[in-house]
């Protein structure tokens, strides 16, 4: 009902006539009702069967200006550019594996978890760590994911849309006379190695 208004829909569907009202967004509305509801659904149940059957379309251009939804699950992740390698290579520059070590972190594996949000236009942005070990390292992590470039953003029903991308990175302090180490497998997954100086 294009041009549709409050005072036009209650000649159509009274108030007391409703039953329930149910919201189904994004993904959750894609799967109830198919591509139809990709965008998202408004359900409105009637108390009364007599009411005849109303269809209601909000344009597509309306729904896609809320750039404020950031998804949770989506078909495709964001990406950082040049992929998993890349990220490694990034890392290896760009994070420094010796701050838990000269800030005095005891020996041992710290495993620090970072959720940020990756923006449609690729843009990392709201950082922020879901641990606390301290000595330096949540920090070191977040300096170095906003530092970055803009990744490739997340694909919603075919759509670029805002998306929470998590990273698990583990510092490792360890004993040694070795340089410290960056390495990894995956986007998910980094771990760095700082090596205190071994004294008899």
Do not use: C
Not at 5 to 29: F, Q
Not at 37 to 42: C, F, K, M, N, Y
Not at 87 to 100: A, R, S
Not at 107 to 133: I, P, S
């Amino acid at each position: 009902m294009p041009g549709l208004t409050a005072a036009k829909l209650d000649g159509v569907l009274n108030v007391n006539d409703i039953e329930s009202i149910n919201v189904y967004k994004n993904w959750e509305a894609a799967a109830k009702y198919g591509e139809a509801g990709r965008h998202g659904v408004i359900s409105i149940v009637t108390k009364k069967s007599n009411i005849k059957y109303v269809e209601l379309w909000i344009q597509d251009t309306v729904a896609s200006r809320d750039d404020n939804i950031i998804f949770d699950k989506v078909e495709i992740e964001p990406a950082f550019p040049g992929g998993a390698r890349a990220w490694m290579t990034y890392f290896e520059k760009n994070l420094n594996p010796d701050v838990p070590v000269n800030n005095n972190a005891p020996e041992g594996n710290y495993t620090v978890y970072v959720q940020f949000v990756v923006r449609k236009d690729g843009t990392v942005t709201d950082a922020r760590a879901l641990t606390n070990h301290g000595f330096g390292m949540e920090q070191e992590a977040i300096r170095a994911i906003m530092k970055g470039p803009n990744w490739e953003p997340a694909i919603q029903n075919g759509h670029k849309v805002n998306a929470y991308r998590k990273m698990v990175l583990t510092f490792v302090v360890a004993s040694d006379a070795k340089p410290p180490v960056t390495k990894g497998s995956s986007l998910n997954e980094v771990v760095v190695i700082g090596y205190k100086k071994f004294t008899p």
